[in-house]
């Protein structure tokens, strides 16, 4: 696995890691102490990240997990809260906005795939990132959470929002009312995850999952995954109108020329089986 070499500036290493494997790269949240709570170091760390790796053609795909046993334990509450008290409110604001940048405002609009790998505690804030990623794998073992009831507050910035995209309503208002815990595989039954893993096979099967994203036309992927995004909160008349838009968008743009060169290898060549494997690129 290639390692970023230390004389060579880069804009991690404090409270995130980045390292690249066969067009993957591994963005861990870098605080196994605390958790990987999240403080301003990493807020910081992981907007100057996402900027990097959006050009950066060693990365294929993004994954976005935690060091040690842990995925996120949600936002330091003495970092991010208590030691913001006494600074400017315009210095407060800066960072709420950086905040929010990465966990899902960009995230969820990412040019480039993203995978959340759950290895461990999953808990509030974390819940923002997770689920503006497109797609996401836990450990069977994995513990998430809404405890936010617990210390006597709600689940703010977006979790909630963000909850209410995948779990179903009655779900949420369950876990967000009671501050119940649950594993992996009940984050898969709920939809929170695309699937759980037993704990040995979570990198394996992230890799996976990221090899055959990797195999996809990356300029239709993308045009695909923004499509999803936007399409949700649209009528079924605004999505259709947006959808045929976006398709035309998409045929002329594509650098690959996809649509004509599957149709080829389907109707001309007789060698592609749409639904059973990809069309053969380059």
């Not at 913001?84 to 906005?97: M, T």
């Not at 990132?129 to 497109?134: Q, T």
């Not at 994995?142 to 309503?169: D, R, Y």
């Not at 002329?252 to 069309?279: A, C, H, I, T």
């Amino acid at each position: 696995m290639q390692q970023e070499n230390a004389s060579k500036p880069s804009p991690w290493g404090e409270n995130v890691s980045v390292e690249f494997e066969d067009g993957i790269a591994w963005v861990s949240l870098n605080r196994p102490q605390r958790r990987n709570a999240i403080n301003p170091g990493i807020v910081w760390e992981m907007n100057a990240i996402m900027d990097a790796l959006e050009e950066d053609e060693r990365c294929k795909v993004m994954v976005v997990t935690g060091s040690g046993d842990s995925f996120s334990a949600g936002m330091d509450l003495k970092e991010y809260f208590r030691a913001q008290d006494g600074v400017p409110p315009i210095q407060r604001e800066r960072l709420f906005r950086a905040n929010a940048a990465w966990q899902w405002r960009r995230m969820m609009y990412y040019p480039k795939p993203t995978i959340s790998m759950v290895n461990g505690w999953c808990f509030g804030g974390a819940f923002q990132f997770l689920v503006g990623s497109d797609l996401a794998v836990a450990a069977e073992d994995a513990t998430f959470g809404l405890s936010e009831i617990n210390w006597g507050i709600i689940p703010a910035g977006v979790v909630t929002k963000a909850v209410l995209q995948v779990m179903s309503f009655r779900d949420a208002m369950y876990y967000i009312m009671t501050g119940e815990t649950f594993d992996g595989r009940k984050a898969a039954e709920l939809k929170l995850v695309n699937k759980a893993v037993p704990r040995d096979d979570l990198r394996e099967a992230t890799r996976e999952l990221a090899k055959t994203l990797m195999g996809k036309n990356p300029f239709v992927l993308r045009q695909a995954k923004t499509a999803c995004r936007f399409t949700a909160d649209l009528s079924w008349d605004q999505a259709a109108e947006y959808l045929m838009a976006k398709s035309d968008q998409t045929e002329f743009r594509d650098p690959e020329n996809g649509r004509n060169v599957g149709m080829s290898q389907f109707l001309d060549e007789k060698s592609f089986r749409p639904g059973l494997e990809g069309y053969r690129r380059g």
